[in-house]
């Protein structure tokens, strides 16, 4: 890595392409807090699973629906699929097109609201774009593959209902200060939401020791070791078990006060016994990222740097780099980018917890859940 750490990271983005803001050492931590959850979705799309997300739904609380919570990504089991083509010319999709060709193509839209988002709006892609609600379903679409005058769509409709929960934290300290303020109430808040969002909760014996509590609809309850627990679920058939269960993923990024590898502090010891999945992305994984992409990118990089520096820029009109929104052209060579490079990026992410885990595991979990018979388990 060519900066010592991403402290140093952040100072060179403060000095080129935030100078012009009112504090640019935190617009350029805004920035890389971007960056964990741009890096965390091209992950997720790499790893199939594109049709499966969702981006800021509310999540209700577990026996508490009264209560929901956004979060960064959720993944869906899929009703049902499809693709569509059409012939295009332009640089703007909008959901009341796709819609119309969808009701040419015979699909039954009569329970969905129908919902006016752009997929596509002046070359700025929506990403996991909603074209229509209903009860309980969301109907999504997103773009397969496009020629100059084709588009290929992809058409999921996802249940409300998730199987997987990911969420991103990183908090920044201001210049001379050896810890954020609000950074413990930060992870108290990820904390609370992973400990509510799934059936699944954890409790402590009085040695300390983790345990996993799930009740089934009778009342009656299994209190097992927390991981024994959850590795029986996640490749159970057992309805009772599966329907409000939810996998939390939290993927963290350091600045200073998250972490150490010999001494985790408070922050992230709170994180780690709160979502059944830690991951640490490294400085050397984001430093990559941003060195390779948008500092010193090669010329065929070079439309994301633009996309991102127009992200920022004094007079900018439109954010075109963001979890949501996300220049086309830059959306093609980043998941082009990933796919050519992604062992290497798998290992840009440390496991915190479960101990003794592999990223693989994860994988296989996400995979496992991904292809059970939902439409049979959420009767």
């Known amino acids: 890595m060519a900066f010592e750490s991403v402290d140093k990271l952040q100072k060179v983005l403060a000095n080129k392409v935030f100078k012009h803001t009112k504090d640019p050492k935190k617009a350029a931590g805004r920035a890389l807090g971007t960056l964990v959850e741009i890096i965390t979705y091209y992950l997720l799309k790499t790893w199939g699973l594109n049709n499966q997300i969702s981006i800021e739904r509310g999540l209700e609380e577990y026996g ?18 499809s693709n569509l083509t059409f012939v295009h010319s332009g640089d703007t999709i909008t959901t009341t097109k796709v819609l119309k060709l969808l009701e040419a193509e015979n ?101 300390g020791e983790m345990y996993g509590i799930i009740y089934r609809s009778d009342g009656s309850y299994i209190i097992r070791p927390f991981v024994d627990l959850l590795e029986e679920i996640v490749h159970s ?4 078990l599966l329907k409000r269960f939810i996998l939390t993923v939290g993927v963290v990024s350091n600045h200073g006060n998250w972490f150490t590898s010999d001494n985790p502090n408070k922050e992230l010891k709170v994180l780690a016994q709160s979502y059944d999945w830690l991951l640490f992305l490294t400085d050397n994984g984001l430093a990559q990222f941003i060195e390779t992409l948008l500092l010193k990118p090669k010329k065929k990089f070079k439309p994301v740097r633009k996309a991102f520096l127009s992200s920022y820029k004094e007079e900018k009109k439109k954010n075109q780099f963001t979890k949501v929104q996300m220049n086309i052209e830059a959306d093609k060579i980043l998941l082009s980018y990933f796919s050519a490079n992604i062992s ?28 059970k018979n939902w439409i049979d388990i959420l009767k």
């Open 107 to 207: 699909y039954d839209l009569k329970k969905f609201e129908h919902k006016s988002n752009h997929l596509l709006n002046k070359g700025v892609l929506r990403n996991a774009c909603t074209i229509a609600t209903s009860e309980n379903s969301f109907l999504l679409c997103s773009i397969k593959s496009s020629t100059k005058n084709e588009i290929e769509l992809y058409i999921y409709e996802q249940s409300r209902k998730p199987y997987a929960m990911f969420e991103c934290k990183r908090v920044g300290v201001e210049e001379g200060v050896t810890k954020g303020p609000q950074t413990i109430e930060k992870a108290k808040q990820g904390a609370y939401v992973a400990r509510t969002a799934s059936s699944l909760q954890k409790i402590r014996n009085e040695k």
């Open 344 to 371: 290497n990026i798998e290992g840009w992410f440390n496991i915190i917890s479960p101990k003794r885990k592999k990223l693989f595991t994860l994988k296989d979990e996400l995979r496992e859940l991904q292809n």
């Open 237 to 240: 058939h057992n309805d009772e």
């Open 64 to 81: 508490n629906p009264d209560i929901t919570h956004n979060v960064e990504y959720s993944l869906h089991p899929v009703v049902r699929n």
